[in-house]
């Protein structure tokens, strides 16, 4: 095989390189050292396969050099910190192993240093750490072990970016994180961190994204992330954090994806819930022990997507406010304490969800309604497709509208107290696919519903 640009005109290449998407495979030629005023290659998303080419390190003027998306494989070459005026490296997402060379730290103009989705060992050399001109370092999707030096930031002013998800580190989160005060994405999610999460991080006031989920941390939630008041994202799941959510976290009013789920907080949520949190899209809270009622003032947080309460302790009755969020899409309710309005036979939030129009899933099992389907269950939109309400005490007949919901294909209402007979309107619900009635006093005749494809249990 001819190398590629092996024929080309070199001289008709001064300063930059690119041939990015493209399906370009095999090797670049070592022509390319001819190229001395080069000061971009930009090969990104080819098949360049093999080791990444040494001769690289000899184009004296070269200040992009962009590799990713190919299949290069080997070490990283410690040569690269020959190109003295290199001011971005990327080469993620190739098959790279081995450790990364300290010699890296040595490119003083280097702005943007990514690594991420190889399969780089070892850990972090600290000389990374002492790169005064960096303002983005990528190394998630790794091996990499190791703990994070105590000085972290101390030569690192201009960072806006510091992405190390998916890693082997351990240790703790050093509170010194606070001197890269232009930090914007923080993600230390998918690692071995113990520890509490330092208090410090709250003065981190231009972050917009912090993800420390999936990791080992303990202790409470620091207050002092309240104080993050551009925070859009705040990633805290599977960790083993503890006692209440700060008030504070619920006035973010920037916040738009929250999730904390999978810990061991507790307490109530606050009793203006939402008012706070006008731009609040997607929340995720499940699996702790949070308790208490959910405020009917949720329905502020008028932009909310999904809701994840489920596997709490949560009382009282289901909020009929949910019925005012337009854009709500997924609502998970079940394992809780969730009870009907006394009042009422019928639970009337289901009634108030039918104006979502949206919304797709709906999973209140492991309840106590004990209350009524309403008919007006038959009103949801056509993007409905799950609804789970086993366990919970329902009675009464299953309404005939239900057979309405032409999209549904979970139907889940098993172990209750329905009577009466099976809605033979259930025969036109062309989407089935999973059907659960059993553990019910229910008679009579079992209608044919050929649509269900995948599990009948009656």
Known sequence: M??????????????????????????????????????????????????????????????????????????????????????????QRNFLQGKIPPEIGNLRYLTFLDLQGNRLTGSIPPSIFNMTSLTRLAIIHNRLVGKLPVDICDNLPNLQVLLLSSNN??????????????LQLLTLSGNEFTGPIPRELGNLTMLTILHLGENHLEGELPAEIGNLHNLQVLGLRNNKLNGSIPAEIFNISALQILTMYGNQLCGSLPLDLGVGTPDLEEVYLGLNELSGRIAPTISNSSKLTLLDLADNKFTGPIPDSLGSLEFLQVLFLGGNNFMNEPSSSELTFVSSLTNCRYLREVVIEDNSLNGFLPSSIGNFSDSFRMFVARRTKLKGTIPEEIGNLSGLGVLALSHNDFTGSIPDKLRSMKNLQEFYLENNSLSGTIPEISAVCGILEL
């Open 2 to 91: 001819v190398p590629f640009l092996h024929t080309l005109e070199i001289s008709h290449f001064s300063y930059p390189l690119t041939i990015s998407n493209n399906t370009f495979h095999g090797h670049l030629s070592q022509e390319l050292t001819h190229l001395r005023r080069l000061k971009l290659i930009d090969v990104t998303r080819n098949n360049f396969s093999g080791a990444i080419p040494s001769f690289l390190s000899s184009l004296p003027n070269l200040q992009f050099l962009y590799l990713s998306n190919n299949q290069y494989s080997g070490e990283i070459p410690s040569s690269l910190s020959n190109l003295t005026n290199l001011q971005e490296l990327r080469i």
């Open 169 to 182: 580190l351990d240790g703790r989160i050093p509170p010194n994180l606070q001197k890269c005060s232009n």
